[in-house]
C-alpha cells in the first residue's frame, strides 16, 4: 500500500511507527519506506534498527 502524507497531519496524526518485514522482503525495499517515512516528517523521525545478533538469538532460543 501507498504512504498517505494525510496520516501524519493535523494534531491526531500519527506520532510512531514500527516497520515489519519478511526475510524475502528486499532491503532496498525497506530502506525505501524509511526514506519516504523520512522525507515526510522534514527529517525529524529518528530510525532505530534492531541489534540483528541479539534478535536472532533470541529467537534462536525460544526454538529449543
Given at each position: 500500500a501507498d504512504i498517505d502524507?494525510?496520516?501524519f497531519a493535523g494534531e491526531e496524526?500519527?506520532?510512531a511507527i514500527g516497520?515489519?518485514?519478511g526475510a524475502?522482503?528486499?532491503d532496498f525495499l525497506v530502506?525505501?519506506?524509511i526514506s519516504r517515512?523520512?522525507?515526510i516528517s522534514e527529517g525529524q523521525?529518528?530510525?532505530i534498527l534492531p541489534?540483528?545478533?541479539s534478535r536472532i538469538r533470541k529467537i534462536a532460543r525460544q526454538g529449543k
Amino acid at each position: 500500500a501507498d504512504i498517505d502524507e494525510d496520516w501524519f497531519a493535523g494534531e491526531e496524526s500519527v506520532e510512531a511507527i514500527g516497520i515489519s518485514a519478511g526475510a524475502s522482503t528486499p532491503d532496498f525495499l525497506v530502506e525505501e519506506v524509511i526514506s519516504r517515512l523520512v522525507d515526510i516528517s522534514e527529517g525529524q523521525a529518528d530510525v532505530i534498527l534492531p541489534d540483528k545478533k541479539s534478535r536472532i538469538r533470541k529467537i534462536a532460543r525460544q526454538g529449543k
